[in-house]
């Protein structure tokens, strides 16, 4: 069964800190990893993704992969208050049809 | 402007009852998916359809039926044999079956 696995939190940092969600998964063949934002009552939205190791930086949003650890992290620098939601981690592995498996959501609170 | 339309949003059922979730997409995209979540989970897949007349089991398929007699079209029907239908159902859709999804804004079913 491939797993992935996300702290649910609630995860509590202040306005202007830099907010940390981790990810980690089991299937090894994992090819593409992503990132969604969920805010409550509403439909995900794609905020990032990436593909091979290292970071990738888009904005206040970085992206960083470990292939070797199996895990992905996002990171959100100067947070928001608007930055508050879920954040889900899905990773696409190197399967028929590549299906997304998702973890089941970090709640994060930026808190004024 | 492009993007992916779901019907209805709320949605009230007897126990017993079939119901037909809608789900069009104008984005000329080839794959649909549908996703179930429930409070406090990550999404978990029911079916999914990467080409017109085709269509796959994901992970939670039993209880439910799709047909994909057009491109734009994936409805899902919730039958009597889903024997906790209750949650919040998800269509999305991708160009080449990437994990780059782009959701609609989701049907909530509640069973009475």
């Known amino acids: 069964q491939k797993e992935v696995e996300q702290n649910s939190g609630p995860l509590s940092v202040p306005e202007g800190a830099i907010a940390s969600l981790n990810c980690t998964y089991s299937d090894r063949g994992s090819q593409s990893f992503f990132w969604y934002r969920q805010y409550s009552g509403k439909s995900p939205e794609l905020i990032m993704s990436?593909?091979?190791?290292g970071d990738k930086e888009d904005g206040r949003f970085t992206a960083q992969l470990n292939k070797a650890s199996q895990y992905v992290s996002l990171l959100i620098r100067d947070s928001q208050p608007s930055d508050s939601a879920t954040y889900l981690c899905a990773v696409n592995g190197n399967n028929a049809g590549n299906m997304l498996t998702f973890g089941g959501g970090t709640r994060l609170m930026v808190k004024p | 402007d492009g993007g992916i339309t779901q019907s209805p949003k709320y949605l009230f059922r007897k126990e017993g009852q079939n119901v037909t979730l809608s789900c069009e997409q104008n984005l000329n995209h080839d794959a649909m998916y549908w996703y179930r979540q429930d409070p406090g989970q990550g999404l978990r897949l029911i079916y999914y359809?990467?080409?017109?007349?085709?269509?796959q089991k994901g992970d939670i398929a039993e209880g439910y039926s799709v047909s994909r007699e057009k491109k734009e079209s994936f409805p899902l029907t919730v039958t009597s044999a889903q024997k906790n239908p209750t949650a919040f159902y998800l269509c999305?859709?991708?160009?080449?079956?990437?994990?780059?999804?782009?959701f609609g804004e989701g049907s909530r079913l509640t069973v009475l």
């Open positions: 990436i593909y091979s190791n």
């Open positions: 359809s990467q080409i017109v007349n085709d269509f």
């Open positions: 999305a859709s991708t160009f080449g079956g990437t994990g780059e999804l782009f």
